[in-house]
């Protein structure tokens, strides 16, 4: 039955407990100077230069991989990523998330393939930022970005809406609804084969 | 002219003006410790402290004061009504009043009147502050009582024990102190440490006070009264509003209130550091005001440096460091001074007095060598424990007859 629970490196646990015979050395005459050198430290550390960042005048970034505000990410073209499929809602944890799909139809295409996400909610109030919705997304249409600043003043303001989560159209996209890119299928798009907008689609946004 | 005499030919209107003078200089200093307090702290911590509400975050504390009296005033269902309300003013009123006999300047010119910043000078002063100091508990232990809450209850509880033991010390230090100067009179205590300060010829009562004024003043590391980790928030936890204002400024008043009697019984008061005497009779007197501060703000840092070192006593530690380290020391401390009082009043022998002295550290050597050493038979007796071993695998306890395991 030991053997279970005993690690398997003696360096901790049971074992290290095993080899403390020393006596606890807590009556030893230096320990009443050691307390005073406490008072040094403490003294020394006002010294020092503070920790403190004064937030709202300095915003330091934050960790690369920081997990802030969703995002729903756009193809080259501008299609949006996100095929409604709801893994993410199904996912999430807190409940956070609500999306419901709809059909692309012809003329009215939002994204490559058969659906696309036509309400797409996070409510920001219920969301523990765990990032499991992330992992679950099958098209890494949804991500997350560093953005932390999401206070409000109503509960309405926290729940995020599909227009508050896309990602902004970048030099290239067309603003959907519109054709797929000649020739493709979602798989092309799905293995990021699609570059960028064909003149056919629309009229590109150019900055 | 000693400060009495002045004192005593002051018109009604000079007495009231002091009260209000004094009055309001408490609550500045409260005001502006709270603030120093906390940026002091918050140095010892890397941080940088209150910075946002004026010129360095001066205003943070009158800001707080303003958020408090504007919240919520509840008084719990089960709470007693009167006592609850009369607490905080006890404890408030009374540590203003242990500044009534504070000297806080020596002979100065006060609006015409030649006269000594000092409101009253009673010949048994400082029993009087012992005396309010006491009284302001009460404040503290109704508080405790009357919330009708548990931790309220023991935090009061608590706080009465705390002040009891802590008290007793706090006036034994004071015994050498009287011994010395030959008066209770605040004012002669401070003439009388013209050439030598208290703290230095009666160092070991001035560590006493020292120790037992934190926690007569319900501080860390002696803040067992409103221990958050244990009580909430102790005796204050069901107060709101002013009536919590009122214990935050009575606990800062206090702390001030404290100081100013250390600086006075063992600072030399108001007068100058060694040395820089000449500053006295700057802006006719008035200087020394200025002393009397830095010494009462240096008290102050200390107050905020041990709140930055030290963790909180345990309860039972706290007790037994009141009753059988501070008493039995100061008692001790008080027979050599009384002793050595005695022999230089009668005039004796210079040579008695010296044998007595070294008489003194050879029974001190030899008692704290004895109870060193019955402290080290005691650790080797405790080193065999005997423990009945369960038949699961535990740890193996040090020092313990069976050292394998028998899982």
């Keep these: 039955m030991a053997d279970e629970i005993m690690p398997k490196s003696d360096e901790f646990g049971l074992a290290k407990a095993d080899q403390s015979?020393?006596?606890?050395?807590?009556?030893?005459?230096?320990?009443?100077?050691?307390?005073?050198?406490?008072?040094?430290?403490?003294?020394?550390?006002?010294?020092?230069?503070?920790?403190?960042?004064?937030?709202?005048?300095?915003?330091?970034?934050?960790?690369?991989?920081?997990?802030?505000?969703?995002?729903?990410?756009?193809?080259?073209?501008?299609?949006?990523?996100?095929?409604?499929?709801?893994?993410c809602a199904w996912a999430c944890p807190a409940d956070a998330i609500y999306v419901e799909g709809a059909d692309n139809k012809e003329g009215e295409q939002f994204?490559?393939?058969?659906?696309?996400?036509?309400?797409?909610?996070?409510?920001?109030?219920?969301?523990?930022?765990?990032?499991?919705?992330?992992?679950?997304?099958?098209?890494?249409?949804?991500?997350?970005?560093?953005?932390?600043?999401?206070?409000?003043?109503?509960?309405?303001?926290?729940?995020?809406?599909?227009?508050?989560?896309?990602?902004?159209?970048?030099?290239?996209?067309?603003?959907?609804?519109?054709p797929m890119y000649p020739n493709t299928d979602d798989g092309n798009y799905y293995r990021g084969e699609v570059t960028g907008s064909h003149p056919s689609q629309g009229i590109a946004k150019n900055d | 002219m000693s400060n009495a005499e002045l004192i005593s030919q002051d018109p009604g209107w000079i007495i009231a003006l002091k009260g209000l003078i004094i009055f309001a200089a408490c609550v500045f200093l409260t005001i502006m410790s709270v603030w120093g307090e906390r940026r002091i702290v918050a140095r010892m911590q890397q941080r940088s402290g209150p910075n946002r509400v004026g010129k360095f975050g001066l205003l943070q504390a009158l800001?707080?004061?303003?958020?408090?009296?504007?919240?919520?005033?509840?008084?719990?269902?089960?709470?007693?009504?009167?006592?609850?309300?009369?607490?905080?003013?006890?404890?408030?009123?009374?540590?203003?009043?242990?500044?009534?006999?504070?000297?806080?300047?020596?002979?100065?010119?006060?609006?015409?009147?030649?006269?000594?910043?000092?409101?009253?000078?009673?010949?048994?002063?400082?029993?009087?502050?012992?005396?309010?100091?006491?009284?302001?508990?009460?404040?503290?232990?109704?508080?405790?009582?009357?919330?009708?809450?548990?931790?309220?209850?023991?935090?009061?509880?608590?706080?009465?024990?705390?002040?009891?033991?802590?008290?007793?010390?706090?006036?034994?230090?004071?015994?050498?102190?009287?011994?010395?100067?030959?008066?209770?009179?605040?004012?002669?205590?401070?003439?009388?440490?013209?050439?030598?300060?208290?703290?230095?010829?009666?160092?070991?009562?001035?560590?006493?006070?020292?120790?037992?004024?934190?926690?007569?003043?319900?501080?860390?590391?002696?803040?067992?009264?409103?221990?958050?980790?244990?009580?909430?928030?102790?005796?204050?936890?069901?107060?709101?509003?002013?009536?919590?204002?009122?214990?935050?400024?009575?606990?800062?008043?206090?702390?001030?209130?404290?100081?100013?009697?250390?600086?006075?019984?063992?600072?030399?008061?108001?007068?100058?550091l060694p040395g820089l005497n000449f500053t006295e009779q700057w802006l006719g007197g008035w200087f020394t005001l200025v002393w009397f501060f830095i010494k009462v703000l240096a008290f102050f840092f200390v107050f905020v440096w041990l709140r930055g070192t030290l963790p909180r006593l345990r309860y039972d530690q706290f007790m037994k460091f009141g009753w059988k380290v501070l008493i039995p020391f100061s008692l001790a401390w008080i027979m050599v001074v009384s002793t050595l009082r005695v022999m230089s009043q009668r005039e004796s022998p210079r040579f008695l007095i010296i044998a007595f002295i070294f008489s003194v550290a050879f029974i001190y050597i030899g008692v704290t060598s004895l109870s060193d050493r019955s402290k080290a038979k005691k650790l080797a007796d405790s080193?065999?424990?005997?423990?009945?071993?369960?038949?699961?695998?535990?740890?193996?306890?040090?020092?313990?007859e069976v050292e394998q395991l028998n899982g």
């Excluded at chain 1, 997990?67 to 949006?80: M, Y």
């Excluded at chain 1, 109503?154 to 896309?166: N, P, V």
């Excluded at chain 2, 080193?383 to 313990?400: G, L, R, Y």
């Design chain 2, 63 to 272: 800001v707080d004061g303003v958020k408090l009296a504007l919240k919520e005033d509840l008084i719990p269902k089960a709470a007693d009504r009167i006592v609850f309300v009369l607490a905080p003013v006890i404890s408030t009123t009374t540590c203003f009043m242990a500044f009534a006999v504070i000297p806080l300047t020596g002979e100065v010119n006060f609006f015409g009147h030649t006269t000594a910043m000092q409101l009253t000078d009673l010949s048994v002063g400082v029993l009087y502050v012992l005396a309010i100091a006491s009284v302001g508990v009460y404040g503290i232990v109704l508080a405790g009582w009357s919330s009708g809450s548990t931790y309220p209850l023991l935090g009061g509880l608590r706080s009465s024990a705390q002040v009891i033991s802590y008290e007793v010390a706090m006036g034994l230090s004071l015994v050498a102190v009287f011994i010395y100067s030959g008066s209770m009179s605040t004012s002669e205590i401070v003439a009388a440490q013209h050439d030598w300060w208290n703290a230095v010829i009666l160092f070991p009562s001035f560590l006493i006070y020292a120790i037992s004024m934190v926690g007569e003043t319900n501080r860390a590391p002696f803040d067992l009264a409103e221990a958050e980790g244990e009580l909430v928030g102790g005796f204050h936890t069901e107060y709101s509003s002013l009536k919590f204002a009122l214990f935050f400024l009575s606990e800062y008043v206090n702390i001030i209130a404290v100081s100013a009697l250390a600086t006075t019984l063992f600072l030399g008061g108001y007068h100058a």
């Design chain 1, 21 to 87: 015979k020393a006596p606890i050395t807590n009556h030893n005459s230096s320990s009443f100077g050691k307390q005073l050198l406490g008072f040094w430290v403490t003294f020394k550390t006002m010294f020092k230069k503070v920790n403190t960042v004064q937030y709202p005048e300095v915003k330091e970034p934050t960790a690369e991989r920081f997990h802030g505000r969703h995002q729903l990410n756009r193809h080259p073209d501008g299609l949006e990523k996100c095929i409604g499929c709801e893994l």
């Design chain 1, 111 to 178: 994204s490559p393939g058969e659906r696309y996400g036509k309400v797409y909610q996070i409510n920001y109030l219920r969301c523990i930022f765990c990032g499991l919705c992330i992992e679950a997304c099958p098209t890494r249409a949804l991500t997350m970005t560093n953005e932390y600043e999401l206070a409000d003043d109503t509960r309405a303001k926290l729940i995020f809406e599909k227009d508050d989560l896309l990602g902004p159209l970048r030099a290239g996209m067309v603003p959907p609804p519109h």
């Design chain 2, 383 to 400: 080193k065999i424990t005997n423990i009945t071993q369960p038949d699961f695998p535990v740890p193996v306890i040090p020092n313990s």
